[in-house]
């Protein structure tokens, strides 16, 4: 069993791990041990999300188990503090643990120095230059999304292509699985519903 970690943080932006966290569940569906999703937040204390959604997490930070993942959603409050999940971010990235950062998370990654010698994206390029720990920018890639095999990167408009790095890596649907979805989300169009379904 794969076990992530979604962070967990006031004002997080509801829309960027949406798509992340069902697409867990619908593995989950066809596979009770596909995946297990932990909410964390930094002392386990309930957060409130952008869009006034209460959560209570399953655990402190400090609880957490072994990780296979860890996901941190955008809120505007990644130019400072997030200490411990930056400290954590680190650790799994030096161990090889996929850590996936969207929006303003990304300008967290960037304070963590995580971003100085990998490719990735963010909301734009200037947008990480308000951190001052940062000396990534010639490995900056303006795309949605961006992955180097253990840290996966998006701007905040981007969260199927977020979901759809994390699915890859995470080995959470065979590929023409996750194909069929982002083909479905994206476009719309039938013939990947029923690709979708008949997978």
Same mark, same amino acid.
């Given at each position: 069993?794969?076990?992530?970690?979604?962070?967990?943080?006031?004002?997080?932006?509801?829309?960027?791990?949406?798509?992340?966290?069902?697409?867990?569940?619908?593995?989950?569906?066809?596979?009770?041990?596909?995946?297990?999703?932990?909410?964390?937040?930094?002392?386990?204390?309930?957060?409130?999300?952008?869009?006034?959604?209460?959560?209570?997490?399953?655990?402190?930070?400090?609880?957490?188990?072994?990780?296979?993942?860890?996901?941190?959603?955008?809120?505007?409050?990644? $130019?400072?503090?997030?200490?411990?999940?930056? &400290?954590?971010?680190?650790?799994? /990235?030096?161990?090889?643990?996929?850590?996936?950062?969207?929006?303003?998370?990304?300008?967290?990654?960037?304070?963590?120095?995580?971003? $100085?010698?990998?490719?990735?994206?963010?909301?734009?390029?200037?947008?990480?230059?308000?951190?001052? =720990?940062? &000396?990534?920018?010639?490995?900056?890639?303006? =795309?949605?999304?961006?992955?180097?095999?253990?840290?996966?990167?998006?701007?905040?408009?981007?969260?199927?292509?977020?979901?759809?790095? /994390?699915?890859? &890596?995470?080995?959470?649907?065979?590929?023409?699985?996750?194909?069929?979805?982002?083909?479905?989300?994206?476009?719309?169009?039938?013939?990947?519903? $029923?690709?979708?379904?008949?997978?």
């Amino acid at each position: 069993m794969t076990t992530i970690a979604l962070y967990a943080t006031d004002t997080m932006a509801d829309w960027e791990y949406g798509y992340l966290t069902a697409g867990l569940a619908m593995a989950r569906e066809q596979d009770p041990d596909a995946n297990r999703l932990i909410i964390a937040s930094e002392t386990g204390e309930a957060v409130t999300t952008m869009g006034g959604l209460r959560i209570t997490p399953d655990v402190a930070l400090a609880g957490l188990p072994t990780l296979d993942a860890l996901i941190l959603p955008g809120a505007p409050s990644w $130019d400072s503090g997030h200490d411990a999940v930056l &400290r954590l971010a680190a650790e799994l /990235v030096a161990a090889g643990t996929p850590v996936a950062a969207i929006c303003g998370a990304t300008l967290g990654v960037a304070r963590a120095g995580l971003l $100085d010698d990998r490719p990735h994206t963010s909301n734009a390029a200037e947008f990480l230059t308000q951190a001052t =720990e940062y &000396r990534g920018a010639e490995h900056y890639r303006d =795309e949605k999304a961006v992955s180097d095999g253990t840290v996966i990167t998006a701007g905040g408009v981007s969260p199927l292509e977020f979901a759809k790095l /994390v699915f890859e &890596r995470l080995n959470v649907f065979p590929q023409p699985v996750v194909d069929a979805w982002y083909g479905l989300y994206t476009t719309g169009e039938r013939k990947y519903y $029923d690709q979708l379904a008949g997978a």
